[in-house]
């Protein structure tokens, strides 16, 4: 599944309502996630939440997913990936992003989740070291940081 997956074709059923249901606009700086949608998988019982990043300026420059883990469901890490479009890289809606999500991720009692980069994309790799830490897990395509909630 690509993070630019249209929502029918992702897993699961439409969600009635969302566990967390005050994630429609969330921001840091001057990027905002709007939510794209939801969808809820009934076996792992666990939201996958789509966002559009948009800049100050009100243009589109990316999307972002999230799953939220409460403790009581899946112990307290989730993840989140995502992608800024070509022209609008190196102005920090990524870090941005990332930092709005980890907000999100604290109102919901976790203490941290995990996200992914790609071994040949340095720059998202500089911005992740710079809100999180990376972790040593050998995967020949992907770095995976840990980024603080707290």
């Given at each position: 599944?690509t993070?630019n997956a249209?929502?029918?074709d992702?897993?699961?059923?439409?969600?009635?309502?969302?566990?967390?249901?005050d994630?429609q606009?969330?921001?840091?700086?001057?990027?905002?996630l709007?939510?794209?949608?939801?969808r809820?998988?009934?076996e792992?019982?666990?939201?996958l939440?789509l966002f559009?990043l948009?800049a100050?300026?009100?243009s589109?420059?990316?999307?972002?997913h999230f799953?939220?883990?409460?403790?009581?469901?899946?112990g307290?890490?989730?993840n989140?990936?995502?992608h800024v479009?070509?022209p609008?890289?190196?102005r920090?809606h990524?870090k941005?992003a990332v930092?709005a999500?980890?907000?999100l991720?604290?109102?919901h009692g976790?203490?941290?989740?995990i996200?992914?980069c790609?071994v040949e994309n340095?720059?998202?790799?500089?911005?992740?070291a710079q809100?999180g830490?990376a972790?040593?897990?050998?995967?020949?395509t992907?770095?995976?940081f840990e980024i603080?909630?707290?």
């Amino acid at each position: 599944m690509t993070v630019n997956a249209l929502l029918e074709d992702l897993p699961g059923e439409p969600a009635q309502f969302g566990l967390f249901d005050d994630v429609q606009h969330l921001a840091h700086g001057r990027t905002r996630l709007l939510l794209e949608g939801y969808r809820f998988d009934p076996e792992r019982k666990l939201p996958l939440y789509l966002f559009n990043l948009q800049a100050s300026d009100g243009s589109y420059v990316g999307q972002y997913h999230f799953t939220p883990a409460p403790p009581d469901l899946v112990g307290d890490t989730g993840n989140a990936g995502g992608h800024v479009d070509p022209p609008y890289r190196n102005r920090g809606h990524s870090k941005a992003a990332v930092q709005a999500l980890a907000a999100l991720a604290r109102r919901h009692g976790m203490k941290n989740f995990i996200i992914t980069c790609g071994v040949e994309n340095e720059a998202a790799r500089h911005a992740l070291a710079q809100v999180g830490k990376a972790l040593a897990r050998p995967h020949a395509t992907l770095h995976f940081f840990e980024i603080p909630a707290e």
